[in-house]
């Protein structure tokens, strides 16, 4: 099954360091039967960019506690980790496509990852700071968060990670 993981910069450097990267609680994002009944249209490729975007905005929340820790050397651009995985399970509990796997994911099993360029980092940084609020319905704090969201992710191959992640000095 294709999940997809919600990131930061610095997990994704552990992935490139390590070969492998283990999601926050097990979670991951994919097109569960809970996310395919609550859209009443679309083929499967519509319904896996909604499992993909509800990661990037997981990842969003993520950034949100890195930058609240003075992560500040922390880039602000969302990252999904797209992989293929077998033990998979629903998680009812969260967002209709949340699923939790068991154990890490490794890199051989990653199919590409997603991340923000360089010019969403100011929309991805202002969303960070206001996605509690947005969460809980304050429509500015949600007008942020789709700002940031009108930002496309790029797509990257496995084999680019690490020249991705690289201190340019």
Same mark, same amino acid.
């Given at each position: 099954?294709?999940?997809?993981?919600?990131?930061?910069?610095?997990?994704?450097?552990?992935?490139?360091?390590?070969?492998?990267?283990?999601?926050?609680?097990?979670?991951?994002?994919?097109?569960?039967?809970?996310?395919?009944?609550?859209?009443?249209?679309?083929?499967?490729?519509?319904?896996?960019?909604? @499992?993909?975007?509800? %990661?990037?905005?997981?990842? /969003?929340?993520?950034? !949100?506690?890195?930058?609240?820790?003075? *992560? $500040? +050397?922390?880039?602000?651009?969302?990252?999904?980790?797209?992989?293929?995985?077998?033990?998979?399970?629903?998680?009812?509990?969260?967002?209709?496509? @949340?699923?939790?796997? %068991?154990?890490?994911?490794? /890199?051989?099993?990653? !199919?590409?990852?997603?991340?923000?360029? *360089? $010019? +969403?980092?100011?929309?991805?940084?202002?969303?960070?700071?206001?996605?509690?609020?947005?969460?809980?319905?304050?429509?500015?704090?949600?007008?942020?968060?789709?700002?940031?969201?009108?930002?496309?992710?790029?797509?990257?191959?496995?084999?680019?990670?690490?020249?991705?992640?690289?201190?340019?000095?």
């Amino acid at each position: 099954m294709r999940i997809y993981v919600p990131a930061t910069w610095p997990m994704l450097r552990r992935l490139a360091k390590t070969g492998e990267m283990l999601p926050i609680g097990g979670t991951a994002f994919a097109l569960t039967p809970r996310l395919r009944e609550r859209y009443t249209a679309g083929d499967d490729e519509d319904l896996e960019y909604a @499992a993909m975007t509800e %990661a990037a905005r997981a990842s /969003l929340r993520l950034l !949100a506690v890195e930058l609240g820790l003075g *992560e $500040d +050397a922390t880039p602000s651009r969302r990252v999904v980790v797209s992989a293929d995985l077998e033990d998979v399970t629903p998680r009812p509990d969260l967002d209709d496509g @949340a699923v939790r796997i %068991a154990g890490t994911v490794p /890199l051989e099993k990653v !199919a590409a990852v997603h991340v923000d360029t *360089e $010019d +969403a980092e100011y929309a991805v940084r202002q969303a960070a700071g206001a996605i509690d609020a947005a969460d809980l319905g304050d429509m500015d704090a949600d007008f942020l968060v789709g700002e940031a969201e009108d930002h496309e992710l790029a797509w990257y191959d496995p084999s680019e990670i690490v020249f991705l992640v690289a201190d340019p000095g």
